[in-house]
C-alpha cells in the first residue's frame, strides 16, 4: 500500500523554525517529484516547494524562498523541509504529495500529484 504521512508540525513562535517529514511507504522515492503543499483555513491549497528525487533539483514558491529548504534522504525514504524565520502567515496544514516526473510549469499544481499524505498543522503565533 502507497502511503506518504508526515509528521514534525507543532506551534511555534515567529522567527522560529519547525523540520517536517515527509515519510514514503510502499514505493521508492527515488524515481518520484516530492511537493511540499499547504492550506490554510478559506484559502486555497498553495505549492510551498518541489524535489526531483531523482537528480536532486529543488524548487520554491515565492512566498518562501530564501527561507525554507526542501531535501531527501533516499535511503530513509523521506523528504524533508526545513522551515526557518516562521512568520504568521506560515500558518497552515503542510500535505506532502509524490508524482511521477512532471514538467517545472505543472509543480504548483495539485491535480499533478497522485498521492498524499493526511497533512500536519503548523501554527505559528506569539
Known amino acids: 500500500q502507497l502511503q506518504l504521512v508526515e509528521s514534525g508540525g507543532g506551534l511555534v513562535q515567529p522567527g522560529g523554525s519547525l523540520r517536517l517529514s515527509c515519510a514514503a511507504s510502499?514505493?521508492?522515492?527515488?524515481?518520484?517529484?516530492i511537493g511540499w503543499f499547504r492550506q490554510a483555513p478559506g484559502k486555497e491549497r498553495e505549492g510551498v516547494s518541489y524535489?526531483?528525487?531523482?537528480?536532486?533539483?529543488?524548487y520554491y514558491g515565492d512566498s518562501v524562498k530564501g527561507r525554507f529548504t526542501i531535501s531527501r534522504d533516499n535511503a530513509k525514504n523521506t523528504v524533508y523541509l526545513q522551515m526557518n524565520s516562521l512568520k504568521p502567515e506560515d500558518t497552515a496544514v503542510y500535505y506532502c504529495?509524490?508524482?511521477?516526473?512532471?514538467?517545472?510549469?505543472?509543480?504548483?499544481?495539485?491535480?499533478?500529484?497522485?498521492?498524499w499524505g493526511q497533512g500536519t498543522q503548523v501554527t505559528v503565533s506569539s
Open positions: 504529495a509524490a508524482a511521477g516526473q512532471l514538467p517545472y510549469w505543472r509543480l504548483r499544481y495539485p491535480g499533478a500529484y497522485d498521492y
Open positions: 510502499g514505493f521508492t522515492l527515488d524515481y518520484y517529484v
Open positions: 524535489i526531483s528525487c531523482s537528480d536532486g533539483s529543488t
